[in-house]
């Protein structure tokens, strides 16, 4: 089993520590991983020397596990994963290119079955406008949002600041509308500040969303399947307490920056809500495997923020924790995800056999 990490996005470190920790929790008696990192060039680079690094309970935090070195001999893609010797790849990749359809596309013309979702639902769920688009139609509901576009923009100044405030008002957030972890993300408290929070979030992508700002309770609700039936269930709610301004990369990820409380302090009501519209976002999408839908409370309603397919797998991450509150452990969230992949491959196998 390969275990793919890295990448050329933003959130490369961020990946690095899942991928590690997901080798820690691999038991060796079941499967022989394969560690892969993929650099910020696409090449995939053979790292035995993680397994060592992942002796349990020792994993660096985000930002410390250490790249490969430039000596390390670079592998085909053809290679590392396409000779046979892969009967399934583990994805911790998270953001462009592993989290957005790029990866399980490449995957899935090699045969090789993977973890998570597919090409369409990865896709979706990356983009935050059309995830949007898709979970609207299907009667969701999100806040109020414009999406402006990176080649408008130059020209369109005066009107974009003009429609978000008309319509949003200040404060906005101003996001990326393809990149997680919060980066690029911004507050926008006044008028003035606009285009620079806009110039920010094009850095990433050439669409940028601009929402109006929630004040209530911050909550994500993790859905996780079966691996027997393929059934998605909701984990136990999760309430984000960010000790900044808001929860962004270092709230998410630097020690006590957040307080992250499990089951979340709200009713049975509104727990019940924000699982049934996790669980509806999970399947409008068509996610597969498991997935965490971020959303805020507000005056006694739910609304949803996005869908991530690949929900971080670090030792401090959401899913790991609201798995833990199901009192499924680390390593049994692991085997879960391997198993739902093993199953939809078996699946898979039978229709091709009945053609």
């Given at each position: 089993?390969?275990?793919?990490?890295?990448?050329?996005?933003?959130?490369?470190?961020?990946?690095?520590?899942?991928?590690?920790?997901?080798?820690?929790?691999?038991?060796?008696?079941?499967?022989?991983?394969?560690?892969?990192?993929?650099?910020?060039?696409?090449?995939?680079?053979?790292?035995?020397?993680?397994?060592?690094?992942?002796?349990?309970?020792?994993?660096?935090?985000?930002?410390?596990?250490?790249?490969?070195?430039?000596?390390?001999?670079?592998?085909?893609?053809?290679?590392?994963?396409?000779?046979?010797?892969?009967?399934?790849?583990?994805?911790?990749?998270?953001?462009?290119?592993?989290?957005?359809?790029?990866?399980?596309?490449?995957?899935?013309?090699?045969?090789?079955?993977?973890?998570?979702?597919?090409?369409?639902?990865s896709a979706l769920a990356?983009?935050?406008?059309?995830?949007?688009?898709?979970?609207?139609?299907?009667?969701?509901?999100?806040?109020?949002?414009?999406?402006?576009?990176?080649?408008?923009?130059?020209?369109?100044?005066?009107?974009?600041?003009?429609?978000?405030?008309?319509?949003?008002?200040?404060?906005?957030?101003?996001?990326?509308?393809?990149?997680?972890?919060?980066?690029?993300?911004?507050?926008?408290?006044?008028?003035?500040?606009?285009?620079?929070?806009?110039?920010?979030?094009?850095?990433?992508?050439?669409?940028?969303?601009a929402e109006e700002y929630?004040?209530?309770?911050?909550?994500?609700?993790?859905?996780?399947?079966?691996?027997?039936?393929?059934?998605?269930?909701?984990?136990?709610?999760?309430?984000?307490?960010?000790?900044?301004?808001?929860?962004?990369?270092?709230?998410?990820?630097?020690?006590?920056?957040?307080?992250?409380?499990?089951?979340?302090?709200?009713?049975?009501?509104?727990?019940?809500?924000?699982?049934?519209?996790?669980?509806?976002?999970?399947?409008?999408?068509?996610?597969?495997?498991?997935?965490?839908?971020?959303?805020?409370?507000?005056?006694?309603?739910?609304?949803?923020?996005?869908?991530?397919?690949?929900?971080?797998?670090?030792?401090?991450?959401?899913?790991?924790?609201?798995?833990?509150?199901?009192?499924?452990?680390?390593?049994?969230?692991?085997?879960?995800?391997?198993?739902?992949?093993?199953?939809?491959?078996?699946?898979r196998r039978r229709v091709?056999?009945?053609?």
């Open positions: 089993m390969a275990v793919l990490m890295g990448g050329p996005s933003a959130e490369r470190n961020v990946s690095l520590s899942s991928g590690l920790q997901v080798l820690q929790a691999i038991d060796p008696r079941k499967y022989e991983a394969l560690p892969y990192e993929i650099t910020e060039e696409g090449k995939f680079l053979p790292r035995p020397d993680l397994l060592r690094l992942a002796a349990p309970g020792s994993a660096p935090p985000v930002g410390e596990v250490p790249s490969a070195r430039p000596t390390t001999a670079l592998a085909r893609i053809e290679d590392a994963v396409g000779d046979g010797r892969v009967d399934l790849a583990f994805i911790a990749l998270h953001g462009p290119y592993g989290e957005d359809g790029t990866v399980q596309g490449l995957l899935g013309m090699l045969g090789i079955p993977y973890t998570g979702s597919g090409v369409l639902a990356m983009d935050k406008l059309r995830s949007r688009q898709v979970g609207l139609a299907n009667g969701l509901p999100f806040p109020r949002f414009l999406a402006l576009e990176g080649g408008a923009w130059p020209g369109s100044r005066e009107d974009v600041v003009r429609r978000v405030r008309d319509e949003l008002g200040f404060p906005c957030v101003v996001k990326p509308n393809a990149q997680g972890s919060s980066i690029g993300v911004s507050i926008v408290r006044v008028e003035v500040d606009l285009s620079d929070a806009v110039e920010l979030a094009l850095r990433y992508g050439e669409i940028v969303l929630l004040r209530g309770t911050e909550l994500t609700c993790a859905i996780l399947e079966d691996p027997e039936t393929g059934i998605p269930s909701p984990l136990p709610l999760i309430e984000i307490v960010p000790r900044r301004e808001f929860f962004d990369y270092e709230a998410k990820y630097a020690e006590g920056a957040s307080e992250e409380i499990v089951p979340a302090r709200v009713g049975a009501d509104l727990t019940h809500e924000a699982q049934t519209l996790a669980l509806r976002a999970h399947r409008a999408l068509g996610c597969e495997g498991m997935s965490r839908v971020d959303m805020f409370a507000r005056d006694g309603s739910v609304v949803l923020l996005e869908v991530n397919t690949i929900p971080g797998l670090t030792a401090g991450s959401l899913l790991p924790k609201a798995a833990a509150a199901a009192g499924i452990g680390f390593p049994d969230l692991v085997h879960r995800i391997i198993g739902n992949a093993l199953r939809r491959d078996r699946m091709r056999e009945r053609e």
